[in-house]
């Protein structure tokens, strides 16, 4: 029974985190987030996006590059971190 409730837990921040990386890739899926997205983005340290930052991953994170989601070629350089830098969404 535990093991089950992991897994669904597991399966939930999955979903979750690839949905977000999605959202904030900078891809042409959402053309109205251009609007949003293009500055610094900072909701309590629980949230942050950093637009062409191309800066290094920190240690200790769990890090998704969206090129390991789909073939790109034109990277933007954001950078996108959840729970205070748990997870970090590259596209570089």
Same mark, same amino acid.
């Given at each position: 029974?535990?093991?089950?409730k992991r897994?669904?837990?597991?399966?939930?921040?999955?979903? /979750?985190? %690839? *949905?977000?990386?999605?959202?904030?890739?900078?891809?042409?899926?959402?053309?109205? @987030?251009?609007?949003?997205?293009?500055?610094?983005?900072?909701?309590?340290?629980?949230?942050?996006?950093?637009?062409?930052s191309f800066?290094p991953i920190? /240690?200790? %994170? *769990?890090?998704?590059?969206?090129?390991?989601?789909?073939?790109?070629?034109?990277? @933007?350089?954001?950078?996108?971190?959840?729970?205070?830098?748990?997870?970090?969404?590259?596209?570089?």
């Amino acid at each position: 029974m535990k093991s089950l409730k992991r897994k669904t837990k597991q399966t939930v921040i999955i979903i /979750t985190l %690839t *949905i977000s990386a999605i959202g904030f890739s900078g891809c042409s899926m959402f053309p109205q @987030s251009k609007k949003y997205l293009s500055k610094n983005i900072n909701v309590a340290g629980a949230f942050t996006h950093s637009p062409g930052s191309f800066a290094p991953i920190e /240690t200790g %994170t *769990i890090r998704l590059q969206s090129d390991e989601l789909w073939y790109r070629r034109d990277f @933007s350089g954001n950078k996108t971190t959840f729970l205070w830098g748990l997870f970090t969404f590259t596209d570089y």
